[in-house]
């Protein structure tokens, strides 16, 4: 069973806007740190955009101002609302959560960072695709 599933990706057009949804489960829910990555074609999976469990959040230069994050707690679910896509914003995107719960991270001095290696549970991906 999937710990993460992603949905909500599609084709738009550019300028057009989507919203990724991503489930989360008990695996995951009380994580410290949630966060979107994408991995754009022949490319190096990056990271989009990062909320904590003080719903702090952090985004990427290339898409600031445009993509927000967000989650809610009543139904579980992670959010990425894409405005103004672009055909650079082609890729797979993926939720990703630390699975450690604040206290913990407390303990560990452990500090949430947009990197791949903080983030130990993935979703299957969905695909974006912009076109001019």
């Known amino acids: 069973q999937a710990n993460l599933v992603e949905s909500g990706g599609g084709s738009v057009q550019a300028g057009g806007s989507l919203r990724l949804s991503c489930g989360l489960t008990?695996?995951?829910?009380?994580?410290?740190?949630m966060a979107w990555f994408r991995q754009p074609p022949g490319k190096s999976r990056e990271g989009v955009a990062m909320?904590?469990?003080?719903?702090?959040?952090t985004v990427a230069e290339p898409v600031k101002g445009r993509f927000a994050i967000s989650r809610d707690s009543a139904t579980n679910t992670l959010y990425l609302t894409m405005n103004d896509l672009r055909p650079e914003d082609t890729a797979m995107y993926y939720c990703a959560a630390d699975g450690i719960t604040p206290s913990r991270a407390r303990i560990m001095q452990r500090r949430c960072e947009l990197n791949r290696e903080n983030f130990g549970h993935w979703g299957q991906g969905t695909q974006v695709t912009v076109s001019s």
């Open positions: 909320i904590t469990s003080d719903y702090i959040t």
């Open positions: 008990k695996f995951t829910i009380n994580s410290d740190c």
